[in-house]
């Protein structure tokens, strides 16, 4: 079993930036696939961004490159979400996911976090 829980998220103008963090427990997040999602109100869960087990291949959802940067941590068991240049369409509760595949490209999750709300105000 891995528990995680997300932080960092809040109220944020457009243009301004904000770092999300996924601490993890219960087992190592070096044997997992990490990704991040985010659910905009009345809408359905999407994909953000994922990063490999070492943290040198990572994979973003195409309106999000180059805005949002993935990264891990695995001798601190954390994965962070680095978000810059917010929009207010941005606005949405992110979850950080733990996946037992290897692949990159995974659409198989095992574990999920409560979430972190993130709101951009225009």
């Known amino acids: 079993q891995v528990q995680l829980v997300e932080s960092g998220g809040g109220l944020v103008q457009a243009g301004g930036s904000l770092r999300l963090s996924c601490a993890a427990s219960?087992?190592?997040?070096?044997?997992?696939?990490m990704g991040w999602f985010r659910r905009a109100p009345g809408k359905d869960r999407d994909f953000v961004a994922a990063?490999?087990?070492?943290?040198?291949?990572?994979y973003y959802r195409n309106s999000m490159n180059g805005r949002f940067t993935i990264s891990r941590d695995n001798a601190k068991n954390t994965v962070y979400l680095q978000m810059n240049n917010l929009k207010p369409d941005d606005t949405a509760a992110y979850y950080c996911?733990?996946?037992?595949?290897?692949?990159?490209?995974?659409?198989?999750?095992?574990?999920w976090g409560q979430g972190t709300q993130v709101t951009v105000s225009s």
């Open positions: 996911a733990a996946s037992s595949s290897s692949n990159l490209y995974t659409n198989r999750y095992n574990y």
């Open positions: 219960g087992r190592t997040i070096s044997d997992y696939t």
């Open positions: 990063i490999n087990r070492s943290g040198g291949g990572t």
